[in-house]
């Protein structure tokens, strides 16, 4: 059986940031002359040529991610160059899934058109909602009427697989708003489609406005969160993974290694990896990442080495959030039958109380189990 790897490349800039952004994002300046950002790729590129952190054995890169921030505010050119130093220096599956994010406000048809001749197969963007003084409130730089017609530029380039991020508890938000983003969504006829509500993180500007009373009612928005999966799924979305809905063979193959503790390979500033029991990390300062490239020196360090008995928890912990649950059986094959004897407890536990099932050797949560989620992880540690 061969050793398949996914590779997750960090685009750090974006125009802004959002006002509930805590990721690892570099909104560019209104005076940026796109400098930062030829040195960042240029210095991402020796990255991807001489990784120190790769497996052993030859792999075939079957996923690639390329997030950030916002990938689409590089140029054409650029996005090309890191495109074409993937398939120099890695053995890429002919049919790897090869997945780009994508900001409305940053693409238009010819670049699009470009994405797809280059062997991007799949672009993730982030909508958001349909009304557009929500999309205000939340600081993004786009209308859905820009959303609109990035999907129709999109779906003339030739993409087939494209997903939509769709976000609830936004301040101002209503049951009635966020209905009609559910459907103005469904209307895009998008093959995936990620669900989230909105978390208040500690750092953002809505921290400052919202950590005390969060925009939305818990009602409200516990509302919305039912109110998702009844349309979707009356709308042929299956629920694959608790916060992500796909028409059938279109679930996200990059990020489903993440729920299954399949290996992958993280590039770029403060990107992530986990090769086989080792949990690696990047550096996070540009300057430090940018100068290390440059001197020859390892940008990324060992944050953690699991042992077994979080290998075991981390087997539950990310697989029940898929809906198909995890394999019993598989657990056995990879820790041994007295390593499922410590867990038995706890999974008849969350059984009788209708959390869980078990069909055959999977164990999977029920719709009462999904929503208390959290609580049946915490079981686990």
């Known amino acids: ?47 991807i040529q001489k990784p120190w952190k790769i497996p052993e054995n030859p792999v075939t890169v079957d996923t690639v991610y390329i997030g950030g921030g916002t990938p689409s505010v590089l140029s054409i050119s650029q996005i090309s160059s890191i495109i074409s130093q993937l398939r120099k220096q890695w053995k890429v599956d002919p049919q790897a899934e090869i997945t780009m994010e994508c900001n409305p406000g940053t693409v238009d048809r010819q670049g699009l058109m470009q994405y797809r001749e280059m062997g991007i197969n799949r672009l993730s963007m982030g909508i958001q909602s349909a009304v557009d003084h929500e999309l205000q409130a939340l600081g993004r730089i786009h209308t859905f009427s820009q959303a609109k ?12 697989n494209i997903s939509v991020d769709l976000m609830s508890a936004i301040p101002g938000q209503t049951l009635e708003s966020y209905e009609f983003s559910l459907h103005q969504i ?71 290694k993440y729920w299954t503790g399949k290996d992958y390979l993280g590039i770029g500033l403060g990107a992530s990896s986990k090769i086989g029991r080792f949990r690696i990390q990047n550096e996070r300062e540009l300057s430090r990442y940018l100068q290390n490239i440059q001197e020859h020196k390892r940008v990324s360090y060992i944050e ?15 697989g029940l959030r898929c809906t198909r649950g995890v394999s019993l059986r598989q657990f056995v094959q990879c820790f041994g039958r007295e390593a499922l004897a410590g867990y038995e407890e706890t999974i008849r536990h969350i059984c009788e109380l209708g959390l869980a099932k078990r069909q055959g050797e999977m164990l999977a949560l029920t719709k009462k189990g999904i929503d208390v989620s959290n609580l049946i992880f915490e079981m686990f540690l």
């Open 186 to 256: 469904l209307n895009l006829e998008p093959q995936h489609i990620s669900s989230y509500s909105l978390i208040i993180e500690e750092g953002t500007p809505f921290y400052e406005k919202y950590w005390q009373k969060p925009p939305v009612d818990e009602e409200t928005d516990r509302r919305m969160y039912e109110m998702t999966g009844e349309i979707l799924e009356a709308n042929g979305y299956r629920r694959y993974e608790i916060s992500n809905y796909a028409k059938p063979g279109y679930e996200s193959r990059h990020n489903t």
């Open 304 to 318: 953690e080495t699991l042992t077994k008995e979080e290998e075991e928890k981390e087997y539950f912990i990310l």
């Open 1 to 47: 059986m061969k050793q398949t790897l996914g590779i997750y490349i960090h685009i750090p800039y974006c125009v802004r940031k959002c006002n509930y952004c805590e990721f690892l994002s570099l909104p560019l300046g209104e005076t940026e002359d796109c400098n930062g950002r030829e040195a960042y790729v240029k210095q991402l590129l020796q990255e």
């Open 149 to 160: 017609q990035a999907v129709e530029w999109a779906k003339e380039a030739g993409f087939t």
